[in-house]
C-alpha cells in the first residue's frame, strides 16, 4: 500500500533514525501536525508498533493528541488499518496507541512502557524535571524514539536545558519551526497573527516567533516591567560610590527540596530606587550565600541587609538562624515583622506603586527580570476565580522584591531616606 504524505521542508531532518527527535516553535508552525502524521505512518510502516503520546498534565482524553492522530488517519486514507476506540488507538499487527498524563504516573505505573518504540511528548515546555528522569531510561527498547514538540514557553524549562543547551544528548535532532515554515499556513491564522503584532506585540515573539516568554500574560508585573521597557529604565545602571547597598532577601533553605535563596541589591538616589544585582540559588548553605556577597564586594562596612520574618527562624538543617549567623559575620541586619493576611498582595500593590521610580541593571538583574515576568496569580478553573500568587520557580524572587517595595517605599512616606551623604562617615556611605 502506497499512502501519499507531505512533509515541510523544515521536519525532513526529523526524519531519520536519531533516538531524540525534537521541534520547537511559535503558533501555525505544524509541528504537531508533523508529529501526528509521522506517528500514523510509523505504525503503517512497522506493524506492531506499540506508541504512547505524553502530556504533563493530562486531565481527560479532550487534552491528549488522540483527535488530532484520528484526524490523520482519516486523511492519509488508511482508516480500515486502524481501529479507534474510547481510549486508545489499535494499529496494524496488534500494535497501540495510546495517552497518559505523567503527573498521573510513579515510578511502578511507568514501568507499562518499557517496551513501548515511540513516545511522543507535546506541550514538552511543560514537563517536568521528575517527569523528564522516569521517561527517559523507561523507553528503553531496542530501536526507541523519544519525540518532543513544545513552544518556547522558559528558557529555564527542563525541556530547554535538556535540548537547547551547550551540550544535548547524543543521537538528537532539534528543528525550530515557525509560521513562516508551514506551506499550509492557513489564511485564519495570518490573520490571528498580524492582530497579535497589532494587539499585543510584547506577546508577539513568544506566540509567533518561538521566542521565550519574558512576559506572563496578566502577570502581576507585565505592565510595569513594559513600561520601565519603553521608558529605557532596563538597561545599564551604575552603582554609586559613595552609597550603601541595600540587599532585599527572600529565606530559602538548605535541605534537598528547598525553596530558592534570592537577594535583590539596590541603592537609592533621592527617590530613585536602582536595582543593581540579584542572586538566587537553591539548597545551598549561607556560606555560598555570603560568598557571593564577598564576590561582588557587598560587605558588613557598605551595605545592610533585610530579612522577612522568617529570617529570625532556625534553619531546619543547621539549628541558627540568618538573622544571628548574619549578625555574626558583622553585617547590619534588619528584620521586617509578618504582615499578616494578604501580606504577598500588598507586596504586589507596593512594588507597582514604586515601580516608576525605578532602573535595573539589565546585565546582573535579567534572571530577576525574568521572575517578576512571569510572577501571576493561581487561578481556579472550575470555579474562574483568583487564588493569590503562584508559588512556583518565580515567587522567591518576587517576593525578595516586594519586601524591597515594602521597605523602601515606607522609608519614602517616613522621610527616613533623603539621598544626602553623610560626609563624616565617608567610610561606610552612610545615608541620612
Not at 72 to 101: A, E, M, S, Y
Given at each position: 500500500?502506497?499512502?501519499?504524505a507531505?512533509?515541510?521542508?523544515?521536519?525532513?531532518?526529523?526524519?531519520?533514525?536519531?533516538?531524540?527527535?525534537?521541534?520547537?516553535?511559535?503558533?501555525?508552525?505544524?509541528?504537531s501536525?508533523?508529529?501526528?502524521?509521522?506517528?500514523?505512518?510509523?505504525?503503517?510502516?512497522?506493524?506492531?508498533?506499540?506508541a504512547?503520546?505524553?502530556?504533563?498534565?493530562?486531565?481527560?482524553?479532550?487534552?491528549?493528541?488522540?483527535?488530532?492522530?484520528?484526524?490523520?488517519?482519516?486523511?492519509?486514507?488508511?482508516?480500515?488499518?486502524?481501529?479507534?476506540?474510547?481510549?486508545?488507538?489499535?494499529?496494524?499487527?496488534?500494535?497501540?496507541?495510546?495517552?497518559?498524563?505523567?503527573?498521573?504516573?510513579?515510578?511502578?505505573?511507568?514501568k507499562s512502557?518499557?517496551?513501548?518504540?515511540?513516545?511522543?511528548?507535546?506541550?514538552?515546555?511543560?514537563?517536568?524535571?521528575?517527569?523528564?528522569?522516569?521517561?527517559?531510561?523507561?523507553?528503553?527498547?531496542?530501536?526507541?524514539?523519544?519525540?518532543?514538540?513544545?513552544?518556547?514557553l522558559r528558557?529555564?524549562?527542563?525541556?530547554?536545558?535538556?535540548?537547547?543547551?551547550?551540550?544535548?544528548?547524543?543521537?538528537?535532532?532539534?528543528?525550530?519551526?515557525?509560521?513562516?515554515?508551514?506551506?499550509?499556513?492557513?489564511?485564519?491564522?495570518?490573520?490571528?497573527?498580524?492582530?497579535?503584532?497589532?494587539?499585543d506585540?510584547?506577546?508577539?515573539?513568544?506566540?509567533?516567533?518561538?521566542?521565550?516568554?519574558?512576559?506572563?500574560?496578566?502577570?502581576?508585573?507585565?505592565?510595569?516591567?513594559?513600561q520601565?521597557r519603553?521608558?529605557?529604565r532596563?538597561?545599564k545602571?551604575?552603582?554609586?560610590?559613595?552609597?550603601?547597598?541595600?540587599?532585599?532577601?527572600?529565606?530559602?533553605?538548605?535541605?534537598?527540596?528547598?525553596?530558592?535563596?534570592?537577594?535583590?541589591?539596590?541603592?537609592?538616589?533621592?527617590?530613585?530606587?536602582r536595582?543593581?544585582?540579584?542572586?538566587?540559588?537553591?539548597?545551598?548553605?549561607?556560606?555560598?550565600?555570603?560568598?557571593?556577597?564577598?564576590?561582588?564586594?557587598?560587605?558588613?562596612?557598605?551595605c545592610?541587609?533585610?530579612?522577612?520574618?522568617?529570617?529570625?527562624?532556625?534553619?531546619?538543617v543547621?539549628?541558627?538562624?540568618?538573622?544571628?549567623?548574619?549578625?555574626?559575620?558583622m553585617f547590619?541586619?534588619?528584620?521586617?515583622?509578618?504582615?499578616?493576611?494578604?501580606?504577598?498582595?500588598?507586596?504586589?500593590?507596593?512594588?507597582?506603586?514604586?515601580?516608576?521610580?525605578m532602573?535595573?541593571?539589565?546585565?546582573?538583574?535579567?534572571?530577576?527580570?525574568?521572575?517578576?515576568?512571569w510572577?501571576?496569580?493561581k487561578?481556579?478553573?472550575?470555579?474562574?476565580?483568583?487564588?493569590?500568587?503562584?508559588?512556583?520557580w518565580?515567587?522567591?524572587?518576587?517576593?525578595?522584591?516586594?519586601?524591597?517595595?515594602?521597605?523602601?517605599?515606607?522609608?519614602?512616606?517616613?522621610?527616613?531616606?533623603?539621598?544626602?551623604?553623610?560626609?563624616?562617615?565617608?567610610?561606610?556611605?552612610r545615608?541620612?
Amino acid at each position: 500500500m502506497i499512502v501519499q504524505a507531505q512533509v515541510a521542508r523544515v521536519f525532513k531532518p526529523l526524519l531519520e533514525p536519531n533516538r531524540y527527535l525534537c521541534a520547537f516553535g511559535g503558533r501555525g508552525s505544524g509541528k504537531s501536525h508533523f508529529f501526528a502524521q509521522k506517528l500514523v505512518l510509523e505504525c503503517l510502516s512497522k506493524p506492531g508498533t506499540r506508541a504512547v503520546c505524553i502530556r504533563e498534565v493530562q486531565r481527560t482524553l479532550r487534552d491528549s493528541s488522540k483527535k488530532l492522530i484520528e484526524d490523520k488517519i482519516q486523511q492519509l486514507g488508511v482508516g480500515h488499518k486502524f481501529t479507534v476506540l474510547h481510549d486508545r488507538i489499535d494499529t496494524p499487527g496488534g500494535g497501540q496507541i495510546t495517552f497518559v498524563g505523567m503527573q498521573d504516573t510513579n515510578a511502578e505505573s511507568v514501568k507499562s512502557l518499557e517496551n513501548i518504540r515511540i513516545a511522543w511528548v507535546e506541550e514538552a515546555q511543560t514537563l517536568s524535571e521528575r517527569s523528564l528522569m522516569l521517561l527517559r531510561p523507561t523507553i528503553r527498547a531496542e530501536g526507541s524514539q523519544l519525540w518532543f514538540s513544545w513552544n518556547g514557553l522558559r528558557k529555564n524549562g527542563q525541556i530547554v536545558k535538556l535540548f537547547r543547551g551547550s551540550e544535548i544528548p547524543s543521537s538528537s535532532c532539534v528543528v525550530m519551526a515557525n509560521w513562516r515554515d508551514n506551506p499550509l499556513f492557513p489564511s485564519v491564522l495570518e490573520m490571528e497573527r498580524q492582530d497579535c503584532l497589532r494587539l499585543d506585540p510584547d506577546q508577539y515573539q513568544h506566540i509567533w516567533e518561538g521566542d521565550y516568554a519574558s512576559l506572563l500574560a496578566g502577570a502581576y508585573y507585565a505592565a510595569s516591567l513594559n513600561q520601565a521597557r519603553n521608558d529605557g529604565r532596563i538597561s545599564k545602571v551604575a552603582p554609586d560610590p559613595l552609597l550603601p547597598y541595600q540587599l532585599f532577601v527572600d529565606i530559602g533553605g538548605t535541605g534537598a527540596r528547598s525553596d530558592a535563596f534570592t537577594i535583590w541589591v539596590a541603592q537609592q538616589v533621592g527617590r530613585e530606587v536602582r536595582l543593581l544585582d540579584y542572586y538566587e540559588a537553591v539548597g545551598q548553605p549561607l556560606a555560598t550565600h555570603l560568598e557571593w556577597m564577598r564576590g561582588r564586594n557587598y560587605h558588613p562596612n557598605n551595605c545592610r541587609i533585610y530579612l522577612p520574618h522568617d529570617g529570625a527562624q532556625h534553619d531546619k538543617v543547621y539549628s541558627v538562624s540568618y538573622e544571628s549567623a548574619l549578625r555574626d559575620a558583622m553585617f547590619d541586619v534588619t528584620v521586617i515583622p509578618n504582615q499578616g493576611a494578604g501580606a504577598a498582595m500588598a507586596r504586589v500593590e507596593a512594588g507597582r506603586r514604586l515601580f516608576p521610580s525605578m532602573w535595573f541593571n539589565e546585565p546582573t538583574t535579567a534572571a530577576g527580570i525574568d521572575a517578576l515576568g512571569w510572577y501571576h496569580e493561581k487561578q481556579d478553573m472550575v470555579r474562574n476565580i483568583g487564588l493569590g500568587p503562584e508559588h512556583d520557580w518565580a515567587s522567591h524572587g518576587a517576593d525578595s522584591f516586594g519586601l524591597l517595595a515594602v521597605v523602601l517605599e515606607d522609608a519614602m512616606k517616613t522621610d527616613q531616606w533623603r539621598g544626602d551623604i553623610d560626609y563624616t562617615n565617608m567610610d561606610r556611605g552612610r545615608v541620612r
